[in-house]
């Protein structure tokens, strides 16, 4: 309505009706900006999102290789020796929670080990990824998700899993946390090819094909057993053992106590006994003066070079001197010995002798001949370069015939001691299965089968000849025609040798009449196990030899003979 009069201006009043409608339409205006405004934030937000490069790594390490996945490793019969499970793992992302201190006292009810203050440093920042807590129950982790925390998830790792826990502790080694192998054959197959895989991704949740190991689980449980017995019966600090196959180098069974246990490889750097790193492998990584073990490596040299033959007598009536110095027999019979009785009793007058027969250079050159100077080529990693002397004065040459003076590893006697017996070939053991097809490209001559046969008849002599050291083995491991050289070293204490604190060998093959097995067995400190009982190692190294022996040469396909005819076989023509 307006009101209009004369010489004045217009005065409009406008009606409700008017004034609502131009409300509805401020309104409609003000509805209009605030979606504008929440779906430009929306947008944006994606668009954030939609660029934010997604972090490829996890604290410093690839998540291709975190999630990886390893192959199964089986033993030579299929059965699993390592295995991965798929467990969950928690992490946070800094950036994406919201309330910090919420998160802390929420992740605390279900994690009450969490240290709060770490745990708040862990939530706060803007990281993309951080390890909250690691490898954790399919039940835990459905509780935290039920707690509903913004920027808390989880990813599924691999985590390695090993059955028979500590048994083949050495040969397995174990994995850190992120799956990689630190040591042991895990180790072996990572730097051989696994890691490759795993760093390009094509380990990544794909099943893998299994690894096969030579080991013969069977084998490596009666082993672990009796050497687990060693450590009881004889008081000892340690024990260790390795059976080769002679024909094809792969190792049967292999344990060094103490160990750890791969499920917690923690485990592996607790002390023993009150010493510290004292759980290592000590089948490769130990390196000792192997006593008169060494007169077989000498003998054989010796009979190999033509200058020494297996008729050959020697005059240990006086023991030998350099000097002031008089090397004597332990048990002397002090009379002129044939050579299978310098090797059955262990003279080591006689030993001298016939390395001086063959001579100090000649002698040294065999020792390279056969490996002793060199880190023995095998794929576990935890290997210890032996200590022989470059060259050899006399005295030297003289103490090294019979073992003292140069430090190998049981694995290089194993070694060696297969050769002797195989017809001479030396073959460079390995934790794979191999074909004997396959090892015989590998084939190095060190000795003619002649004189391996010589070797042969004189392992098995000094089991079953009266006074000979390996009777005791013989007399448990009966029937398997078994034979071997012992070695008792005094160890050295203070920087002198001691003559109360022995370190035990035997060095064994079987059976002699067709040999397949190599076996060295060493035990450390060990006491006597009755008032009866000796310390040497025919009493102790010797007997857990023939203990194992007993029991897996069935297992092995092998069957117990009586005969007195197979030994008869054995003796050189020479001799008969």
């Known amino acids: 309505m307006a009101i209009i009069t004369e010489g004045a201006e217009t005065i409009s009043l406008d009606g409700g009706r008017k004034s609502r409608g131009n409300l509805t339409k401020a309104r409609i205006r003000w509805v209009i900006v605030a979606l504008v405004l929440v779906f430009g934030t929306v947008g944006g937000r994606l668009i954030q999102l939609g660029v934010t490069v997604t972090d490829s790594a996890i604290e410093g390490v690839a998540r291709d290789v975190i999630t990886a996945s390893r192959p199964p490793i089986l033993d030579r019969n299929g059965l699993e020796m390592a295995v991965d499970i798929r467990v969950p793992s928690m992490f946070a992302e800094p950036r994406r929670i919201i309330d910090v201190e919420e998160a802390v006292q929420k992740l605390r009810t279900v994690l009450p080990d969490l240290n709060e203050d770490w745990l708040r440093k862990r939530l706060t920042g ?85 690894v096969s190991l030579s080991v013969d689980l069977r084998v490596q449980h009666v082993m672990y057993e009796q050497l687990q017995d060693a450590l009881v019966r004889y008081k000892a600090v340690a024990a260790a053992g390795v059976m080769l ?190 074909s004997e097809a396959e090892a015989r490209k590998l084939y190095e001559p060190v000795i003619s089968p002649a004189t391996s046969a010589e070797v042969r008849y004189l392992m098995r002599l000094n089991a079953i000849g009266a006074g000979g050291s390996g009777s005791r083995m013989n007399k448990i491991a009966n029937g398997y025609r078994a034979g071997g050289k012992t070695g008792t070293a005094e160890k050295v204490v203070n920087g002198r040798y001691s003559s109360n604190v022995n370190f035990n060998v035997f060095a064994s093959a079987f059976p002699l009449d067709n040999p397949r097995y190599a076996m060295v067995i060493i035990v ?48 050189p023509p020479e001799l008969r």
Not at 288 to 293: A, K, Q, R
Not at 527 to 542: C, D, I, L, P, R
Not at 551 to 570: K, T
Request: proline residues 6%; aromatic residues 8%; hydrophobic residues 40%.
């Open 126 to 210: 803007d990281k993309g990824f951080v390890w909250v807590k690691r490898e954790l129950t399919p039940a835990i982790e459905a509780k935290i998700f039920q707690l509903g925390i913004p920027g808390i998830e989880f990813v599924t790792e691999s985590k390695r899993f090993y059955p028979s826990g500590q048994e083949a502790s050495h040969i397995l080694g174990s994995v850190n946390i992120d799956n990689q192998g630190t040591m042991g054959i895990e180790k072996h197959m990572d730097d051989d090819s696994l890691a490759m895989l795993q760093s390009i991704g094509l380990a990544r949740g794909n099943e893998m094909t299994p």
């Open 245 to 434: 196959d002679i024909k094809t180098g792969e190792v049967i069974a292999l344990a060094s106590l103490p160990d750890f246990d791969p499920n917690n490889p923690s485990t592996l750097f607790q002390d023993y006994n009150g010493v510290k790193n004292d759980r290592f492998n000590r089948i490769t990584s130990g390196i000792y003066e192997l006593g008169s073990t060494f007169k077989t490596v000498t003998l054989a040299g010796a009979l190999d070079s033509g200058k020494v033959r297996i008729t050959d007598k020697f005059d240990a009536r006086f023991g030998v001197r350099f000097g002031r110095f008089t090397i004597d027999d332990f048990h002397g019979k002090h009379r002129v010995l044939s050579l299978p009785e310098v090797y059955k009793y262990s003279s080591n007058i006689g030993t001298i002798k016939i390395m001086q027969q063959l001579g100090k250079d000649e002698f040294r050159a065999f020792l390279s001949k056969i490996g002793m100077d060199k880190p023995v080529p095998f794929e576990l990693p935890e290997m210890r370069k032996p200590k022989v002397p470059e060259k050899f004065s006399e005295i030297v040459a003289a103490t090294s015939s019979f073992g003292h003076g140069l430090s190998v590893s049981p694995l290089h006697m194993a070694r060696a001691v297969a050769a002797f017996v195989n017809d001479g070939y030396m073959v460079p053991p390995t934790m794979y299965k191999r």
């Open 524 to 571: 450390d400190e060990p006491k006597a196990e009755n008032a009866q009982s000796g310390v040497t190692a025919g009493w102790n190294a010797g007997e857990v030899s023939g203990r194992i022996i007993q029991r897996a040469a069935p297992m092995l396909g092998i069957s117990p003979d009586f005969s007195a005819m197979l030994d008869e076989n054995l003796v």
